[in-house]
């Protein structure tokens, strides 16, 4: 069964690093989500992503976030400074059209220190 | 603003006993509603879709229901099972948005 396969399953960063979080969507599906979870929270969503370029965004996605899709496989969320408070699981998802069922990955497990 | 409730936020139930788990909504203008499991520390497995124009969806011992209406969806899991256990979570898009909203979960626990 196609599956979005994220890597890497945890990254431990110093605060203020730059991180990049990788995401392999579900071939032919063209809408990219990026969700996060931080411990005992809701999941809440960052960013949708479709037609290379972002179509909406959520007040969390500052101007430290961005995605692209550098090689029409891969998508990828930047964080450009890491802070504290964005230790979080990172969830990447995509849907095959606009407001379908959303498929996520496993998720990155980011730990800001 | 779209909000989504789930509760109770945990249940323990023994083996063989079938559930009815609840989450309610506050904007009934959806396209949709997703049901999805989270095992610990793991991402989310989506379960059932069920489309604003569905009353029902089922998929093997699991049954969602809709009522737009009322803002309520259940999901009845039958003769559950110790490897049921996980975090149960509903989500719905925002109103005129790609965007999911999530409820906070119910951490199911079925004990053998």
């Known amino acids: 069964e196609p599956e979005v396969t994220q890597t890497p399953s945890h990254q431990v960063t110093q605060m203020g690093q730059e991180v990049i979080l990788r995401c392999v969507p579900i071939?032919?599906?063209?809408?990219f989500y990026w969700y996060r979870q931080i411990l005992g929270q809701k999941v809440e969503f960052l960013v949708s992503?479709?037609?290379?370029?972002?179509?909406?965004k959520s007040e969390i996605f500052d101007d430290q976030f961005s995605v692209e899709r550098p090689d029409g496989s891969n998508f990828t969320l930047k964080i450009r400074s890491t802070k504290l408070e964005d230790s979080a699981m990172y969830f990447c998802a995509t849907g095959g059209a606009r407001n379908t069922e959303a498929f996520f990955g496993q998720g990155t497990r980011l730990t800001v220190v | 603003k779209q909000e989504v409730t789930q509760i109770p936020a945990a249940l323990s139930v023994p083996e063989g006993e079938n559930l009815v788990l609840n989450c309610s909504f506050t904007d009934s203008a959806i396209y949709n509603l997703q049901w999805f499991r989270q095992d610990p520390g793991k991402g989310l497995t989506s379960l059932l879709l069920?489309?604003?124009?569905?009353r029902e969806q089922t998929s093997g011992r699991l049954n969602a229901s809709l009522d737009k209406s009322s803002g309520r969806s259940t999901l009845y899991i039958a003769a559950s099972q110790p490897g049921d256990s996980a975090t149960y979570l509903c989500?719905?898009?925002?109103?005129?948005?790609?965007?999911?909203?999530f409820g906070k979960g119910m951490k199911l626990t079925v004990n053998p």
């Open positions: 069920i489309q604003s124009s569905q």
């Open positions: 071939s032919n599906h063209l809408y």
């Open positions: 989500a719905v898009p925002q109103g005129g948005s790609e965007k999911l909203v």
């Open positions: 992503f479709y037609n290379n370029e972002i179509s909406e």
